[in-house]
């Protein structure tokens, strides 16, 4: 097999958790791109439905499904959906989280100190980015085992392998705030799942990697850009559409000897 046609993902299936999200959307697309059909799973139904559409107007087999992670029903039924639609379930890639992002949408709202921050915030994160993985995984590798092989793809963090600068988010003359703590936990924890999954189906052919991604830009003032940019070694924050080779990568045989890894993809924010 030549070294392109490894990364050829004809015929396999795959689902995206959160792929309306930013960069749902564009795993969504690379995996399509691949050759692989497309389920879009998503809590906004509508949403999902829609860039489904999209992607079958592109050429790509795709279904959406409203589904959410942290609820075993939900979760079920999505995988079931996949099955009738395509008939298999080859790749899920797990990135439905709740990440509190620093953008124009998402400004001043992270006010919250550590010594008061709500239980019902970490119980919640806790729900979606730990527990909502654990149910996407559990119910997506019963077919895998059934057809002798799959691949599992966690999406994790820079704050799941380092703690968060929080002079990033700091303005002068504003009231301090913090990327909260429930998020640097939960992505540890997926590092901590990636491996536990990739060991313990040593020998059944299925694959599980972490893509860690460092921040990507998404309309940040430039306060923001410059602060997390001077932290990068290349100066920058990336671009949405630069997680995607990575993710196919992992997706497809060109990684067929790599589980239980973390493909880190930060500009070099954490090598420092």
Not at 215 to 229: I, R
Request: charge should be negative.
């Amino acid at each position: 097999m030549s070294t392109k046609d490894t990364f050829d993902l004809t015929g396999r299936v795959a689902v995206v958790t959160g792929g309306g999200g930013l960069l749902g959307r564009e795993f969504c697309r690379t995996l399509g791109e691949g050759g692989a059909s497309v389920v879009v799973a998503e809590l906004d139904g509508a949403l999902a439905c829609n860039l489904a559409s999209d992607l079958t107007s592109a050429g790509v087999p795709s279904l959406g499904v409203q589904t959410d992670v942290s609820n075993l029903d939900s979760v079920q039924n999505m995988v079931a959906q996949t099955l009738n639609a395509f008939g298999s379930l080859d790749i899920l890639v797990n990135s439905a989280a709740l990440d509190p992002k620093f953008d124009p949408e998402h400004a001043k709202r992270h006010s919250n100190a550590f010594e008061d921050y709500p239980l019902e915030a970490w119980q919640q994160a806790l729900d979606v980015n730990l527990t909502g993985m654990f149910l996407a995984s559990q119910a997506a590798v019963r077919p895998m085992l059934k057809k002798g092989q799959g691949v599992i793809i966690n999406i994790c963090s820079i704050y799941g392998i380092a703690g968060p600068d929080q002079r990033i988010y700091q303005r002068k003359g504003q009231p301090p705030q913090f990327k909260p703590v429930h998020y640097s936990v939960t992505k540890a924890g997926v590092l901590g799942f990636t491996r536990y999954l990739a060991t313990y189906y040593a020998g059944k052919n299925i694959r599980t990697n972490a893509l860690t991604p460092g921040g990507v830009y998404n309309g940040h003032d430039d306060e923001f850009v410059k602060s997390y940019s001077a932290r990068a070694v290349m100066g920058r924050m990336a671009q949405k559409d630069e997680m995607n080779g990575a993710l196919l990568f992992l997706a497809s045989d060109a990684s067929a000897y790599m589980t239980g890894a973390n493909l880190v993809v930060d500009g070099g924010w954490t090598a420092w």
